[in-house]
């Protein structure tokens, strides 16, 4: 059974930063990766960013060049580094796995943890 812990959210003013840390176990096919999925206050859920087992990372280009996902080895722990953060990026943040393609398509998404609610505000 994959289970996936997120923690970290909090209340940041813009320009600042914020780290959030996700628990996996349980992921055991090569394929899959972990990734952040966000849903702002009155928006569709909005695949942020993804990591694979080969540490190859990617990301939706209204987080590029901002947040950073990165791992430990063996993906047991996968973190998001959010920086430079802006008011839009109020939401709810949920730390999810399966498929490459699942991440960017929500509605497809295998596994989901717990959300945790980041707010951006001064």
């Known amino acids: 059974e994959v289970q996936l812990q997120a923690s970290g959210g909090g209340l940041v003013q813009p320009g600042g930063s914020l780290r959030l840390s996700c628990e996996v176990s349980?992921?055991?096919?090569?394929?899959?990766?972990i990734g952040w999925i966000r849903q702002a206050p009155g928006k569709e859920r909005e695949g942020i960013a993804l990591i694979s087992r080969d540490g190859s990372t990617f990301y939706a280009d209204s987080v590029k060049g901002r947040f950073t996902i990165s791992s430990d080895n063996g993906m047991n722990k996968v973190f998001l580094q959010m920086n430079n953060m802006k008011s839009e990026d109020t939401a709810v943040y949920y730390c999810a796995g399966g498929s490459p393609g699942s991440i960017w398509t929500p509605n497809l998404t295998e596994y989901w943890g717990q959300g945790t609610l980041v707010t951006v505000s001064s």
């Open positions: 349980g992921l055991t096919l090569d394929d899959e990766v």
